[in-house]
């Protein structure tokens, strides 16, 4: 039997996509996943298999914009293996977060080059100053909206970690 962590455990790390690994002593895991994913016993949760990859999902019907994934990637051993489990939002949420950060990040550095440009030529940085400030608050706002979202996810994380537990015990 693996040892589990629990959603209050992953939701203390600073990450926005938590990680955590379980070790295993199962040869037949793959044929459990399949045989979960064909009979479709495991209702609230949807099981995508590729490889050694298994995705975890909330079915659409109760899926919200903060629904976790939890990605499994199997790395066999000899005498069992080990998976290496992420926590994540839907991949289009993740990219349009990731596309956010990007372009906060290029107008800051805009606005570094402007701050540097003014300040050699003796001119005043009063509004170089105020955009700055407004990158970096709307930078820690979309840290706090992305906590606040995993703390909404957290019943729906739980009900994943569930379903794995249930197909690798």
């Known amino acids: 039997m693996a040892d589990f962590i629990s959603v209050e455990q992953l939701n203390e790390q600073f990450t926005l996509k938590p990680r955590f690994k379980i070790e295993f002593t199962d040869l037949n895991i793959y044929d459990r996943l399949s045989a979960y994913q064909q009979n479709k016993n495991l209702d609230s ?3 995508k298999c590729l490889d050694e990859h298994i995705w975890l ?7 919200r914009y903060y629904s976790p994934r939890l990605h499994v990637e199997i790395e066999q051993k ?3 293996g080990i998976l290496h489990c992420t926590f994540g939002p839907d991949p289009g ?5 990731m596309f956010v950060h990007f372009f906060l990040g290029l107008g800051f550095i805009g606005l570094l080059v402007w701050f540097y440009t003014n300040l050699t030529l003796d001119y005043s940085n009063f509004l170089v100053y105020i955009l700055m400030s407004f990158v970096a608050l709307l930078w820690i706002g979309l840290y706090v909206f992305a906590r606040q979202n995993r703390q909404k996810a957290a019943p729906q994380s739980q009900q994943l970690l569930k379903a794995l537990a249930k197909i690798i015990s």
């Open 57 to 63: 999902s909330i079915p659409q019907s109760d899926r």
């Open 45 to 47: 949760v949807k099981i």
């Open 78 to 80: 000899k005498k069992g």
């Open 93 to 97: 949420l993740w990219t349009m977060f």
